[in-house]
């Protein structure tokens, strides 16, 4: 799964404190699931489903007379065995309506199986009245199902994780159960469907609907489960011997391949690195609205939200960008996630963290070294900059309901814990792990000491050091780092002192001399509080790199001076060799050094350091703008990497000068939404009129970041005739685009109105997003874009529109988060 938010399982509803930490036990494997068969239909106007569920089931271990069901919020109308092939009905109590506890008609040992009957009704939008559901744990979402909302297509969807499909169906709705599966929908016969496994019937029937089955013979995890309905086009497309298929609205059918045409060779690249074939009968990705957690990796099927439903004219300006991370991440799901579940969500690192590192093999692999290094980075500064990751290991047992386990933990270090292994081990041994990993477990669940057991095996190193520093435990080194040359005995030392708080971490590091134009390695561990190392020298390095591989999980501060950072970023190899370099210079533009590091980054082989670079310039210095701007005027005409020359633009910009004004008129008519709104805007710091006329002209080619710019340009200039295209634009925006313009330069356009219909309609629609979007903390800015209309209201003696503004700011406070 992608997702920003915590991810905590409702494993344990209403029995613990919501704010005490307490050990999260696997929950006790009384009876296993086996296989799971459902006939479902669904009422559009009261978003119900309606389902009959047979379920095969075995005791684990034990006999046993019982069974218990997740089944939450349902109605509940039958509840039987089946014997000879009728249904025999069952004694059930239906505790606090979140499970199903079941007296079966005998004892049962572990060697039988028997199949239970449930008719029910699932009432997903009834579920947020309970206690310990959260807006996004409903389970089964429909979509516009009454077709009231123009413009948004009718849809029905679903999401399992953590433990949401027994909202839909009743089952043990946790990670370490495993059942095959085969799902009948009924559905209006216009629409297409999507499940698990293969469609293996359709069947029209006399009222219009139509029945599709879907079977998946492959055992997975009850969160997995999904369904999706909807007016989908379906591209086909085929990896080796099986299918591959998309599945999107049809205004961005026609782009199925530019979208998603790159998931063949994902699953080739994967499934050459681990050994292990893609596992499943098929794989599909569907694109559905209304998705709020990013993308979920369904088994065979992952369903992603709709930002990565793009347009060519969208993917020009960033073809291995957020679309193409998703893809990946949820694809190599398929093995660590879907194949291998994580036992416990404890455990949950062996889905996520693998993902994470997937999509960053692919980034590596297919756009070079330095894009999956800075995405790494990326990574490292979420980690870093988030205080409560540090607290909660990798792999927590003990933790309060409310904190959940840590996402920039599984996610962001992750990630980064599995790229350090891969490091310290090789590829060779590393991948040859994982496939171990993967076939001992297949179809199964892990452990973390499992994927332990895996790489000792493979490579007959202990690394019970590594597994108990870096999973069952928390935090991360600070390090700080200098630096002492002894002429007399041509001695370099280096002097590493670990900062932090708590245990200190022994850690492998390799650190590269470069003396006299040569560069020598040398492996070293970190044990100590402080460790000085001492390295034999002929001369005096110009440059000692230590974490030479930039792969450690630390905050450091290196005492290099600005010299050695100007050599390092030339002669050393790797972008966050470079990066650092620039980051030292980034304070001391105008030094020789500092200006070199800078101008020379403004060049660099890699867009994401021109951009870096772009965007620290300190233009204010005449003596940077002298030696930049010729840089920047090439970069903003002829360098192949879009949003590098929409950077430049926008810092040229800044100057005021006439002289690039035939550039922001060129570039224009860039292929680029990217390069025209920073074109535009441009424009508008030189011509308002000119730049006024050319933002009608465009309006109906508004996409992206151009129609954020001809927004700004009416925040400008423009007038009651503008405001319809703005706050349409503002409708149809992302939630993130709606919250930039509301709180940049929509108050600036609504305090001039003459329209008070106009104004009213602008600061109800800032108060009703502030008070949806409470929980996530963004209220104090939107209040500040409601005080500045006020302000501008009074001016203009508009004492209505000002008193609506502080009833509307009264409702905000009011709400709840």
């Not at 613990?16 to 930490?21: G, L, R, S």
């Not at 990946?328 to 194949?339: S, T, V």
């Not at 993967?438 to 202990?462: T, W």
Request: charged residues 25%; aromatic residues 10%.
């Amino acid at each position: 799964m992608v997702f920003a938010c915590v991810c905590t399982a409702n494993a344990q509803l209403n029995r613990h404190p919501a704010n005490v930490p307490y050990y999260h036990e696997t929950a006790a494997k009384v009876n296993d699931l086996v296989d799971t068969r459902l006939d479902v239909s669904f009422d559009y106007q009261k978003s119900y489903l309606h389902g009959k569920e047979w379920i095969v089931l075995k005791p684990h271990f034990y006999p046993t007379d019982s069974v218990r069901l997740d089944a939450k919020g349902m109605d509940i109308k039958t509840v039987g065995i089946m014997v000879q092939g009728k249904v025999v009905p069952l004694k059930y109590h239906y505790e606090d309506s979140l499970s199903l506890v079941i007296q079966l008609n005998k004892t049962y040992t572990e060697k039988e199986r028997y199949t239970l009957f449930v008719e029910y009704t699932a009432k997903p939008n009834e579920l947020h009245d309970k206690p310990g559901f959260k807006l996004d744990g409903k389970g089964l979402y429909f979509v516009n199902p009454q077709g009231k909302e123009p413009g948004k297509p009718t849809q029905i969807w679903t999401q399992g994780e953590a433990e949401s499909s027994s909202c839909w169906f009743p089952t043990i709705d946790k990670p370490d159960q495993k059942t095959t599966e085969q799902v009948s929908m009924t559905v209006p016969a216009k629409y297409t469907t999507l499940s698990n496994g293969l469609l293996i019937s359709q069947k029209n029937n006399a009222d219009g609907t139509r029945t599709d089955t879907w079977k998946q013979s492959l055992p997975h995890c009850p969160y997995l489960f999904m369904m999706a309905i909807g007016d989908f086009k379906v591209y086909k497309d085929k990896w080796r011997n099986k299918e591959v298929s998309y599945y999107l609205e049809p205004a961005f059918a026609p782009y199925a391949k530019q979208i998603f045409g790159k998931t063949p060779e994902m699953m080739e690249l994967y499934s050459k690195a681990l050994g292990v074939d893609f596992p499943w009968e098929k794989y599909a990705q569907v694109v559905v609205r209304d998705y709020p957690l990013g993308a979920m990796e369904n088994s065979s099927a992952t369903l992603h939200g709709e930002y990565v439903q793009k347009t060519p004219w969208d993917m020009i300006d960033d073809p291995n960008g957020s679309g193409g991370t998703t893809i990946a991440h949820e694809l190599f799901h398929q093995w660590f996630g879907d194949l291998v579940t994580c036992e416990s969500w404890s455990n949950e690192t062996l889905n996520e963290s693998f993902a994470v590192f997937g999509e960053k093999y692919w980034n590596e692999k297919t756009y070079g070294k330095d894009d999956g290094d800075a995405k790494r980075y990326d990574e490292l500064q979420a980690y870093l900059n988030n205080g409560t990751a540090y607290k909660q290991a990798l792999t927590p047992f003990v933790y309060a309901d409310q904190d959940g386990v840590n996402g920039a933990n599984i996610y962001d270090k992750g990630g980064l814990v599995l790229t350090m292994l891969r490091n310290f081990l090789g590829d060779d041994a590393f991948f040859k792990g994982l496939g171990l990993y993967l076939k001992s477990h297949a179809f199964k669940n892990g452990e973390v000491h499992d994927l332990r057991l895996a790489m000792e095996e493979i490579s007959g190193k202990d690394m019970n050091w590594f597994f108990n520093q870096w999973y069952y435990g928390a935090g991360h080194p600070v390090l700080d780092i200098t630096y002492q040359w002894d002429e007399a005995t041509h001695q370099q030392k280096v002097m590493i002192s670990q900062k932090q708080d708590g245990q200190i971490f022994k850690v492998p590091v390799a650190v590269d001399l470069y003396v006299q134009g040569k560069t020598t390695r040398k492996q070293v561990w970190l044990t100590q509080k402080t460790d000085t190392l001492s390295f034999d020298c002929t001369a005096k390095p110009q440059l000692v790199n230590v974490d030479a591989d930039k792969v450690l999980i630390t905050k450091k501060v290196d005492h290099k001076s600005l010299d050695e950072f100007n050599y390092q970023y030339h002669h050393a190899p790797l972008y966050l060799d470079r990066l650092e370099a620039l980051n030292a210079a980034m304070g001391q533009q105008t030094s020789k050094q500092g200006m070199d590091i800078v101008l020379s980054a403004l060049k660099d082989k890699y867009h994401g350091m021109q951009l870096k670079a772009i965007r620290a310039l300190k233009i204010d210095s005449a003596e940077i703008a002298k030696a930049a701007l010729p840089i920047l005027a090439d970069l903003a005409t002829h360098d192949p990497n879009y949003p590098v020359r929409a950077a430049a633009i926008s810092v040229l910009a800044k100057t005021k000068s006439s002289g690039y004004i035939d550039i922001y008129r060129a570039s224009l008519a860039s292929p680029s939404y990217t390069v025209k709104g920073a074109a535009l805007t441009a424009l508008n710091t030189l011509a308002p009129t000119d730049a006024f006329k050319t933002a009608k002209s465009m309006e109906a080619d508004g996409k992206g970041q151009l129609g954020q710019a001809i927004i700004n340009v009416y925040a400008t200039s423009g007038s009651d005739t503008e405001w319809p295209y703005v706050i349409n634009a503002l409708k149809k925006g992302s939630t993130q685009a709606k919250f930039d313009l509301a709180r940049g330069p929509l108050p600036q356009m609504i305090g001039r109105l003459d329209n008070k219909q106009y104004v009213l309609e602008g600061i109800n629609t800032i108060r009703d997003m502030a008070i949806s979007f409470k929980r996530y903390g963004i209220t104090p800015k939107l209040i500040t874009a409601l005080q500045q209309i006020e302000e501008a209201r009074k001016k203009l003696n508009d004492s209505a529109s000002a008193a609506a503004v502080e009833d509307a700011i009264k409702e905000i406070s009011q709400a709840k988060g």
